[in-house]
């Protein structure tokens, strides 16, 4: 069985669900960019919503210690 030598040489992208910072970005597509950008600012609501939550929780443990 033969195989393409190019095809199975060829670095593999990462999944479109991985991001790595500072990966070289020239391979991506204008469209695998935007789902990146979408995948990332989801992220970073996910992320600011998890801090909200433990900066109130810290907030509530402040003010029951303070008393």
């Known amino acids: 069985m ?3 030598d190019d095809e199975f040489f060829a670095p593999k992208k990462p999944a479109a669900s991985q991001h790595v910072l500072g ?3 020239d391979s991506l597509s204008v469209e695998e960019l935007g789902e990146r ?3 990332l600012r989801a992220e970073i609501v996910r ?3 998890v801090r909200a939550r433990k900066g109130q929780s810290r907030a509530d443990a ?3 210690f303070r008393k």
């Open 2 to 4: 033969a195989r393409d």
């Open 23 to 25: 990966e070289p970005l």
């Open 37 to 39: 950008i979408e995948m």
């Open 47 to 49: 992320l600011e919503e």
């Open 62 to 64: 402040d003010a029951v």
